[in-house]
């Protein structure tokens, strides 16, 4: 079982940044490929970010390409997203998510989820 804690969220300005942490329990974490998503209100979830679990090879939705980073750390059992040049189509609640081995951006692919913290981008 591995539990995940998503923290960082808040309220910034078209244009600014802010940092997501996603904390998981459990000894096997490296064993996990790590994936960040969003959901709007009225949208389906949808693809941010992965980190795979061997090598920690990333990919990225191309809304997001060039703008945010993945990134985890496993001595800390943490994922980050790393978000610059926010817009206003970034608003959503964001999700981590992980997967044993295996990699997908895929929703339905991931064993397991966080609660989500609120990312609000407005003047």
């Known amino acids: 079982q591995v539990q995940l804690v998503e923290s960082g969220g808040g309220l910034v300005q078209p244009g600014g940044s802010l940092k997501l942490s996603c904390a998981a329990s459990?000894?096997?974490?490296?064993?996990?490929?790590m994936g960040w998503f969003r959901q709007a209100p009225g949208t389906e979830r949808e693809f941010v970010a992965i980190v795979r679990w061997n090598f920690g090879s990333t990919s990225y939705a191309d809304r997001v390409k060039g703008r945010f980073t993945i990134s985890r750390d496993n001595g800390k059992n943490t994922v980050y997203l790393q978000m610059n040049s926010l817009k206003p189509e970034d608003t959503a609640v964001y999700y981590c998510?992980?997967?044993?081995?295996?990699?997908?951006?895929?929703?339905?692919?991931?064993?397991?989820w966080g609660q989500g913290t609120q990312v609000t981008v407005s003047s």
């Open positions: 998510a992980a997967k044993k081995t295996g990699s997908t951006s895929a929703p339905t692919g991931y064993d397991y």
């Open positions: 459990g000894r096997t974490f490296s064993f996990y490929s």
